[in-house]
T-cell receptor, first 114, second 119 residues
Framework: AQKITQTQPGMFVQEKEAVTLDCTYDTSDQSYGLFWYKQPSSGEMIFLIYQGSYDEQNATEGRYSLNFQKARKSANLVISASQLGDSAMYFCAMRDNYGQNFVFGPGTRLSVLP | GAVVSQHPSWVICKSGTSVKIECRSLDFQATTMFWYRQFPKQSLMLMATSNEGSKATYEQGVEKDKFLINHASLTLSTLTVTSAHPEDSSFYIC???????????????FGPGTRLTVL
């Protein structure tokens, strides 16, 4: 069975600084996908970044980058130059190769301080 | 990205009534849709997988007779909470799976969610 662990229930970061949100995963699949989503107070799930298990380079999307360490089974999200609008819940998720099994971590609440 | 809508965005109902939530893929066809439930300050939990033209697959612990799922077309799945009770109050989120016919790569797009409050 797949499992996602996010050990930081809450994080604070000063505006304009970088922050790393931790995510570790457990799976017996060889092929899988890792995702990060942002959920503001409105509730919508906003896709941030994706990393495939066979991707050799870490994924980047604007201010978001994913620090993928396959051997350690970790997929940490790095947000550079934090903005006040980044304050939200952040979920790490994993999907198997068939796309039929999507598992979310418990989430990390990020608060950006002015 | 692809757009998924949900209706209604919020609903308040009396205990014992049934509530229907619609999930639509607006610009693509989705043979597979997912229904999630999210309690306050918790993560999303998959309730069921909805496949067009067939019965939904429910996760362990989810009552199929209480949470009726119908995926009648390639763009619409509905979740009906029957005989709702206060403990059913939650945020319900659907997602739809796209699939590239050439590469078979698939992606999941989420609806904006429906907040259900049962009095």
């Amino acid at each position: 069975a797949q499992k996602i662990t996010q050990t930081q229930p809450g994080m604070f970061v000063q505006e304009k600084e970088a922050v790393t949100l931790d995510c570790t995963y457990d799976t017996s699949d060889q092929s899988y996908g890792l995702f990060w989503y942002k959920q503001p107070s409105s509730g919508e799930m906003i896709f941030l970044i994706y990393q495939g298990s066979y991707d050799e380079q870490n994924a980047t999307e604007g201010r978001y980058s994913l620090n993928f360490q396959k051997a350690r089974k970790s997929a940490n999200l790095v947000i550079s130059a934090s903005q006040l609008g980044d304050s939200a819940m952040y979920f790490c998720a994993m999907r198997d190769n068939y796309g039929q099994n999507f598992v979310f971590g418990p989430g990390t609440r990020l608060s950006v301080l002015p | 990205g692809a757009v998924v809508s949900q209706h209604p965005s919020w609903v308040i109902c009396k205990s014992g009534t049934s509530v229907k939530i619609e999930c639509r893929s607006l610009d693509f066809q989705a043979t597979t849709m997912f229904w999630y439930r999210q309690f306050p300050k918790q993560s999303l939990m998959l309730m069921a997988t909805s496949n067009e033209g067939s019965k939904a697959t429910y996760e362990q612990g989810v009552e199929k007779d209480k949470f009726l799922i119908n995926h009648a077309s390639l763009t619409l799945s509905t979740l009906t909470v029957t005989s709702a009770h206060p403990e059913d109050s939650s945020f319900y989120i659907c997602s739809a799976l796209t699939q590239d016919p050439i590469s078979s790569y698939n992606e999941q797009f989420f609806g904006p969610g429906t907040r259900l409050t049962v009095l």
